[in-house]
């Protein structure tokens, strides 16, 4: 950030756009502490937003977003998925979480998860079955997520998930701070446990997972895929097993359950999933991605993983 001169009050609109500026020196930086650039629409009317200059009296780009194929449903020069009272794009780059706390300690927070689909499966997976996969997956996502939980203080905490997913037919397409969910033709038993039947894996907080196609079923496999989605939101399985990995209890009924059909979740797992969103949102800017802000490689994660299946490289 850089300071302004004393003796200095500017009033900005949600977009940057100045409506009361009181100065008794010169200020060369604007919105989002990136520097004007009065040559070009006058005073505070463009600012350099790293290299795609935004105009805050629309709330537009000057160029297209590079990553507009990500958000096939918003312009190309919108800027903060046109509501910057929610969201967050300090980079011009992917949306990041926030958090509105109400007057009554309510506090609703808003997650955005970015995704490629790739298939790893030596036989393949035809290109209608994978986006009709993807779109699956988005909707349960959507509704799964989308609830409201109690918090650490009991207050009430609403949240709104929203997933994205771009199915790719390369690793190089994809980048550190994607998630990565990849289709293996089989998922070995997990070591130490020769009786564990695994169909799918993933990183306790991290981001990739690979899983096993389930036959037909779009709805099966769809729950696969959030269920690991979920380890990489920060929670464990539901279901109990022995020393071998044979499953004892079940706990069908709840998406971290063993098998393919549970859609629950409690209280104390969408708390493990956001409640940090919740305290941190608007406080500090985060990407969802990760645990670990920063430390993102969605690649060496999966590369970790595909040691533990049976599928061919891209």
């Known amino acids: 950030m850089f300071p302004a001169p004393k003796n200095t009050a500017i009033v900005l609109n949600p977009f940057g756009s ?15 502490s990136y520097e004007k650039d009065d040559d070009v ?3 505070a ?26 958000y096939p449903q918003i312009s190309p020069y919108s800027s903060f998925s046109s509501n910057p009272i929610i969201y967050l794009d300090s980079e011009g780059k992917d949306i990041v979480y926030s958090a509105k706390k109400n007057k009554d300690g309510s506090i609703k927070v808003f997650v955005t998860v970015n995704a490629k689909m790739i298939d790893y499966t030596t036989t393949g997976i035809s290109t209608s079955d994978l986006h009709a996969i993807k779109d699956g997956t988005i909707q349960k996502a959507n509704e799964l997520f989308s609830k409201s939980f109690k918090g650490m203080n009991n207050e009430k905490i ?25 289709f293996v033709d089989d998922v070995k038993p997990l070591p130490g446990k020769p009786n564990s039947n695994p169909l799918g894996m993933a990183i306790l907080g991290g981001h990739a997972q690979v899983v096993e196609k389930q036959g037909h079923s779009i709805d099966k496999t769809s729950n696969l895929i959030l269920h690991e989605l979920a380890h990489n939101l920060g929670i464990g399985d539901k279901y109990e097993t022995d020393k071998t990995g044979r499953v004892t209890n079940s706990h069908s009924e709840n998406l971290m359950g063993s098998g393919t059909t549970g859609t629950k979740l409690d209280n104390s797992q969408l708390r493990d999933m956001f409640y940090r969103y919740a305290i941190l949102g608007n406080e500090k800017e985060q990407k969802i991605e990760s645990k670990n802000p920063g430390k993102a490689d969605s690649k060496g994660d999966l590369n970790k993983l595909k040691t533990h299946t049976k599928s061919k490289n891209k």
Do not use: C, Q
């Open 18 to 32: 100045i409506m009361v500026s009181v100065s008794k020196g010169e200020y060369r930086y604007g919105f989002n």
């Open 41 to 43: 629409k006058g005073e």
């Open 158 to 182: 609403s949240v709104e998930f929203k997933l994205n997913i771009e199915v790719v037919n390369s690793i190089d397409k994809t980048n550190k701070e994607d998630h990565i969910i990849a």
């Open 45 to 70: 009317n463009h600012i350099s937003f790293g290299d795609y200059g935004y105009d805050p009296r629309i709330g537009r780009r000057w160029r297209p977003d590079p990553l507009k194929s990500k």
